[in-house]
C-alpha cells in the first residue's frame, strides 16, 4: 500500500470507530466531513517518510502516530475557521465546518478529534508500551500548553508576542511532532529527525505567510497584508517579502541537510523535495 | 494526605507544566482560572475513593486518572458556558472563562486541558503499561465521540434526540469512568466499578434537571424550564418533577447498593452518601 492509501485507510479507521452508534449523526457527518476530504496530508505523510526511512519495523504505530498528528491539524484548522478567530466561511473549495454544521457541532468536532488522536495512539500501549509512551508524550506537547498548538494560536490573543514561541508552537510544533512520532516508531533516534521535522514546519509557516501578502497584493494591486490587518505576527512583516523569500529558501535547504543517514534517505529527501516545490508555487517564485 | 489535598497537589502539578514559559501569559493565566478554584471535585473524589476501597496499589496512577477527569469535566464546563452553548456569564460566582479572557482563549484552554488530561495518565505508561492502557481507554470514550461527554453535548444539536444516550454521554460517562480508573489504578475488577459510578452519574443528571426546574418555579412562580426554554431534553419534562424526584431517589439507593465487596467499601458508601446528601439541598427535598 503506498503512503497516501495508508494515511486514509487509517484516518478511516479512526472515523469509523468515533462515529459509531449511538454517535449523534450530526456530529458523526461533521466528523467525517473535518477528515474527509484532505489537503496535503503533509504532516502524516512526513510521519510515515521518515518511519519509512527507519526500515518501518511497526507499520501499526506509525499509522496511529500519522493519524494522530492530522486529527490535530484537522483540529486546529477548525477552530482558526471559527468566528472568534479567522472567522472563515471556506475551507478547502467548500463550507468551514462551523458554516456548514453551526459553530456547537465545530467545536465539539475539534474536541473529538483530539480526543481520537490520543486514542489511536493509546490503543498500542500494550503492545509497545515505550515507544507508544515517547509518542504521546510528543504528541501532548505539540497539541497543548506550554507549546503546542493551543499555545501557538494563544499568541494572537496577547499585547505582546514571542515570534519566535509564537510561530514554533502554531505550525513547527506539529511538524516536529511528525517526524520524530515516525523516527520512535521506526526505532531510530529521535533528535535529528525532530531537527528536520522543525525545519520544515517553520518552512510552512514562512510560506503561509508570502501566499498571504501576495495574494492580497494581487487582488488589492498592493501588498497590504490578510495577516497585518488581524494585527496577527507574520514572518512577511518582520522581513518584508524578500526577506521572507530568502528565509523560505534557507529553511528548505537546511530541512534538507538535516535528514540523518538512514536507509531510506533518499525518500525523505523526495518527499521534502515535493513538498518544497509546493510550498514555492509559481505565483511565490515569479513574484520573487 | 487526605484525598481533597491529595486532588489539589496533582491537578496544581499538571496546571504548573502547562503554563511553564514559553506559554503564552494570559493562556497561562486562563489554564488555572480554569481550574482553581474547584467545585466539588465530585468525579475526582470518585476516582480516588474506589481507588483507595481496592488498596491503593498504585497512588501515582489513581492520582493521574483523578487529575484526567477533573481536567475533562472542566474543560466541559468551559465549553458549556460559550456564547453559542449557554451563553452563561457567570460560574461558581465569578466570570465565567470566556466572560473574563475571551471566547478565544476559552476555546484554547479548553483544548489545553484535554490535552493535559491524556498527558497526565500518558506520563505512566511505561511503569504500568496495561493499566494505563485501559485507563486512556476509559477516558477517550468518556471524553469524545461517539459517546462520550462531546457527543452529549452534540444530542442539544439534533432534532430527535436518543434521551438515553444523550444523558449517558454528558453526564455518566465520565463519572463512570472516574469510578472505572479507580478501580483499573487499585488493581480491581471494573466492572462492578463502572455500574456504581454510571448510576451516581446518572443521579447527578436527574438532580441538575430537577435544580434547573426548581429553579426556575421558585423565580417565576410556576414551573417554567429553562432546560425547556432552551429545548434541551430533561427528565424532568419527561416525568415531571415528582417523577423526576423519584428516579433521583432509586439511582442514588442502586448506586449504594452496587458497590462491589472490597477492603474499603464503607469508605466509598460514605462517599456516595455525603454526594447523595449534596444531590439533594433542603430546596429540592421541599419541593418534594
Known sequence: MDTKARIEAALEEAVTQATLAPCPPRLSEAIAYAVF??????????CLAVARACGDPDPALANAAAVAVELL?????????????????MR????????????????????????????AVAALVTASPAKTAAILSVLAGAAGAPA??????????????????YHHAK????FEAAAVAGAIAGGAEPAAWRLAGGLLGEAYQVADD??????????LGKPIHQDGDK??????????????????DELLDRAMQS??????????????????ERLCPPTLRVAR
Open 37 to 46: 476530504p484532505g489537503g496535503g496530508r503533509v504532516r502524516p505523510g512526513l
Open 148 to 165: 503546542g498548538i493551543a499555545a501557538g494560536q494563544a499568541w494572537e490573543s496577547e499585547s505582546s508576542v514571542d515570534l519566535a514561541a
Open 231 to 248: 494585527r496577527r505576527p507574520s514572518v512577511v512583516a518582520q522581513l518584508g517579502i524578500e526577506g521572507a523569500g530568502q528565509k523560505l
Open 171 to 174: 505550525t513547527a510544533a506539529l
Open 92 to 119: 478547502r473549495g467548500r463550507l468551514s465546518l462551523h458554516k456548514r454544521f453551526g459553530e456547537e457541532i465545530a467545536i465539539l468536532v475539534g474536541d473529538a478529534l483530539i480526543v481520537m488522536a490520543f486514542r
Open 259 to 276: 535528514v540523518p543517514e538512514c536507509p531510506g534517505r533518499p525518500d525523505v529527501e523526495a518527499f521534502l523535495a515535493l513538498t518544497a
Open 210 to 219: 508570502l501566499a498571504d501578502a501576495l495574494g492580497e497584493a494581487r487582488r
Open 73 to 89: 491539524h484537522c483540529a486546529s484548522l477548525i477552530q482558526d475557521d471559527l468566528p472568534c478567530f479567522d472567522d472563515a466561511a
